[in-house]
Structures are given as C-alpha cells and as structure tokens.
C-alpha cells in the first residue's frame, strides 16, 4: 500500500492549490478517501470525505464552500482543490483510506498560507 501526497507550497492569502493523492497496492475504486490536515501544535483534522464512487462528499464547516474533493478511480487518485485559503488553512494535508487502518495514510504534502 502506497499513497504519494503531492501540490503543497507556499501560496498568499486568497490563493488557489490542488493536492493530489496517488494510490497504489488496493483496489482504489472500491474505498472511501478522505483527506486531513495537522498543523503544529494542534490535533489532526479531518478536512474533506469522498464516497468509493465520489457521488457524496462531506466537509468540515471550516472548509466548506472553499474546499471541493474529487477523485479519478481511472488514475487512481484524489484531488482537493481549495480555494479562498487563509493562514489558518497551513498545515501538514494527508490522504487516508479508511479501511486501510494504520496503513492507509500517506506522508502529507506542506500547504503554508502566508503573505
């Protein structure tokens, strides 16, 4: 099992990113995805769900509106694409897989949102 974070960076306030998340070694298609943040001295958070066929999504109320999930089960990935970033979105985003367990999360992309 392998998920490769990757699309963080520096970016000022009002900014735009798209993270992507690649997974490999299951069966992607067929698992929920959810992405997270942690930023420093705070616990992990969980920022966005998308459903194994991406037809439901959930946010946390912090992101809503701003963040959008999505996901290619052809390229094995998921995206979120935000928007609208302040610099209390910096943080560590990692990808999860749920059912994964403890196996299930890749090593985090840095998204520092600052002028």
């Known amino acids: 099992v392998l998920l490769v974070e990757s699309g963080g960076g520096l970016v000022q306030p009002g900014g735009s990113l798209r993270l992507s998340c690649v997974a490999s070694g299951f069966a992607f298609s067929g698992y929920v995805m959810r992405w997270y943040r942690q930023a420093p001295g705070k616990e992990r958070e969980l920022v966005a769900t998308i459903t194994s066929t991406g037809d439901i999504t959930d946010y946390a109320d912090s992101v809503k509106g701003r963040f959008t999930i999505s996901r290619d089960n052809a390229k094995n990935t998921v995206y979120l694409q935000m928007n609208s970033l302040k610099p209390e979105d910096t943080a560590v985003y990692l990808c999860?897989?749920?059912?994964?367990?403890?196996?299930?999360w890749g090593q985090g992309t840095q998204v520092t949102v600052s002028s």
């Open positions: 999860y897989a749920p059912l994964l367990g403890s196996k299930g």
